[in-house]
């Protein structure tokens, strides 16, 4: 159980240094991405995600340490982790910087589709949170 604990705690650690930066609390320390105040409803979804990231991140490293993880559930955590990061962003405020990358056209594609990205993330983590949850013998 340890091992879960310390994964749990230093992903949440990263996560929430991570996030914080992406929605522009460290101010004038870090550069910023240009995206307007986050609004009540991006907070209380990144509080969540970085909930819900930590414990099947302590998950995979405990399951991991008993060889008994569940590829399938690694890879969905995987997969909603990186939606998360991209549904934080804001794809109108990014036009010009990431044009400069070439994927401009897929960003402001997504705008539209936000809070259903949102939710197929927190599905995507309940659900691998859930197969990842230790059984009862």
């Known amino acids: 159980m340890r091992n879960f604990w310390r994964a749990c705690s230093v992903s949440a650690a990263l996560f929430t240094t991570f996030f914080a930066w992406e929605l522009g609390f460290f101010g004038s320390l870090l550069p ?3 995206r307007p ?20 991140s ?7 340490k008993q060889g008994t993880c569940p590829i399938g559930a690694k890879r969905a955590s995987t997969i909603a982790s990186g939606l998360g990061v991209i549904t934080l962003l804001c794809p109108a405020c990014l036009l010009l910087p990431v044009s400069l ?6 960003l402001s594609i997504l705008a539209p589709f936000l809070p259903l ?13 859930i197969m990842l ?5």
Not at 101 to 106: A, E, V
């Open 133 to 137: 949850w230790p059984k009862s013998r």
């Open 101 to 106: 990358f070439g994927i401009t056209l897929s």
């Open 32 to 34: 910023q991405l240009p």
């Open 58 to 64: 302590g998950l995979v490293w405990h399951r991991l």
């Open 37 to 56: 105040e986050p609004t009540t409803f991006e907070l209380m979804y990144t509080s969540i995600l970085i909930v819900l990231l930590s414990i099947d």
């Open 117 to 129: 990205l949102r939710a197929i993330v927190l599905l995507l983590l309940a659900v691998s949170t």
